[in-house]
């Protein structure tokens, strides 16, 4: 059977009323530095979609070198995190290029961000987090402490996600912000933070918890870069071998940091996945003192949203394993 012309428009124009199919748009294009903020991150997507993570495995974030693959995943993003210009130096470059086409979020300058001063390598009071040397500063303000010899760029401690304080900001800033960028999901965002913020809560509670018989034990870092999980939980930390990376400490360092762990009984002087542990042989030769594994980026985890509690109870575990009392 055969339609004629006027049938044809009748039917052209019943289709045009149709109801449309929704057309399923591209997830933003979100790029992360670093694996524990691109967990934060990738809870806040959850359903939508999965933010490109920029450094990976054991790779340090103070000297990453930007590959073609994350050039480009840079270069098609609308949004980005990152900590600042004084922690991913390898970033400033590629952001200024990017400026007229992506939001970029620093998170060391949003509003209720919780910054510490930094600490100079060496040997520290017990409990510095609570004295000199680790006062909190405004977000994006940097302040030295006078008297203090630090390298540029490090007048604030800029490991700032290893507070869960400071990760429920940069959940809720994450949610704001992919909501102006795709407002279509942004009830998404907002009900995907408000979920992740909750599990924050509980993990902040069960860290409390699990590291309370350790809190008064003295321990020492490679790096400072626990200084907020130490605020966090109370933890006695009393020095750390390397001021940054490249940086190799003097003898007299070495020396003050033997010197203390006699003094104070410190058990164990912990390493991380991406620095060479060479330097620890030294610190703790003619002590008693154990070494120990300490990862704050989560090297060796997947990457999404779990790997943020992963890492922090990673922490958690190693600090109870290496300093618990030896049986």
Known sequence: MQIGKPGLAVLGLALLLLPKSPVSAEPPAVVVSIKPVHSLVAAVMAKVGEPTLLVRGVASPHSYSLRPSAARALDRAGLVFWVSE????????????????????????????????????????????????????????????????QGPGEESNQHLWLDPGNAKVIVEAAARSLGDLDPANADRYRAN????????????????????????????????????????????????????????????????????????????VFVEPQFEPALVATVIEGTQARTGVLDPIGADLNQGPEAYAEILRGLAAALNKCLAPQS
């Open 193 to 268: 933070g408000k979920t992740a913020v909750a599990r924050l809560e509980a993990l902040d509670d069960e860290l409390k918890a699990a590291l309370a018989p350790v809190k008064e034990v003295p321990f020492v870092v490679f790096h400072d870069a626990y200084q907020y999980f130490e605020a966090r939980y109370g933890l006695n930390a009393v020095g750390s071998i390397s001021v940054s990376e490249g940086r190799a400490p003097g003898a007299k360092r070495l020396r003050e940091l033997r010197e203390k762990i006699a003094e104070t009984g410190a058990p164990c």
């Open 86 to 149: 004084d922690f991913e130096t390898f970033l400033i470059e590629p952001l200024e290029a990017l400026s007229d086409k992506a939001k970029v979020v620093e998170l060391a300058a949003l509003p209720g961000i919780r910054l510490l001063e930094a600490r100079k390598s060496g040997a520290w009071e017990a409990h510095a987090h609570e004295g000199e040397g680790a006062h909190d500063l405004e977000a994006g303000h940097h302040a030295a402490q006078p008297g203090e010899t």
